[in-house]
T-cell receptor, first 112, second 117 residues
Framework: GQQLNQSPQSMFIQEGEDVSMNCTSS?????WLWYKQEPGEGPVLLIA?????ELTSNGRLTAQFGITRKDSFLNISASIPSDVGIYFC????????????FGKGTHLIIQP | GAVVSQHPSRVICKSGTSVKIECRSL??????MFWYRQFPKQSLMLMAT?????????EQGVEKDKFLINHASLTLSTLTVTSAHPEDSSFYIC?????????????FGSGTRLTVV
């Protein structure tokens, strides 16, 4: 089946630093999504990407969908303590009706 | 935006018993719902796709007789873990997607922590 390779697995950073994480895949996805998950909760959508090359921002978060539709990155600028959590990339093969394939997650830890 | 309610949030059951988890779409009709499983410190893995009024589609390696899915209405899907064993202990999460809203309309429930003792 499809796999998403997400890196890094974990990040230890100082408050105020910028963060970058990325995902790659051997498959082409129609939609690419970035989620954040807190302990004991379901994932919460951060950014959705639909078009190849699309660059989208949501506050301090910026994500881009690769031209080949096989990769994406997520950047967080000026990190704050509430950014702590696990970030997942996820891909959807078709527009509607397909479940998501998730990356393994990036655990973000922020030191004050 | 869309709201998906999942119940219960936590359940502890004895080995050999069955547990039912409910997933409801509160403000829209969902013809399709998805069930995921997440083991500690791991990613979410799609278990099955639940289709209203028809049989669920299971991912490879997921036992359909063990994980019974019923999607009897446009707002409710249930996952029943039958004859649960300790290795079934996991975080189960449902999600649904509003028709006509690809990607962005994909909403998750808050999950159910199942512990089998």
């Amino acid at each position: 089946g499809q796999q998403l390779n997400q890196s890094p697995q974990s990040m230890f950073i100082q408050e105020g630093e910028d963060v970058s994480m990325n995902c790659t895949s051997s498959s082409i996805f129609n939609t690419w999504l970035w989620y954040k998950q807190e302990p004991g909760e379901g994932p919460v959508l951060l950014i959705a990407l639909y078009k190849a090359g699309e660059l989208t921002s949501n506050g301090r978060l910026t994500a881009q969908f690769g031209i080949t539709r096989k990769d994406s990155f997520l950047n967080i600028s000026a990190s704050i303590p509430s950014d702590v959590g696990i970030y997942f990339c996820a891909g959807q093969l078709s527009e509607v009706g397909d479940g998501l394939t998730f990356g393994k997650g990036t655990h973000l830890i922020i030191q004050p | 935006g869309a709201v998906v309610s999942q119940h219960p949030s936590r359940v502890i059951c004895k080995s050999g018993t069955s547990v039912k988890i409910e997933c409801r779409s509160l403000d829209f009709q969902a013809t399709t719902m998805f069930w995921y499983r997440q083991f500690p410190k791991q990613s979410l893995m799609l278990m099955a796709t639940s289709n209203e009024g028809s049989k669920a589609t299971y991912e490879q390696g997921v036992e359909k007789d063990k994980f019974l899915i019923n999607h009897a209405s446009l707002t409710l899907s249930t996952l029943t873990v039958t004859s649960a064993h300790p290795e079934d202990s996991s975080f189960y999460i449902c999600s649904t997607q509003e028709s006509g809203a690809p990607g962005y309309g994909y909403t998750f429930g808050s999950g159910t922590r199942l512990t089998v003792v």
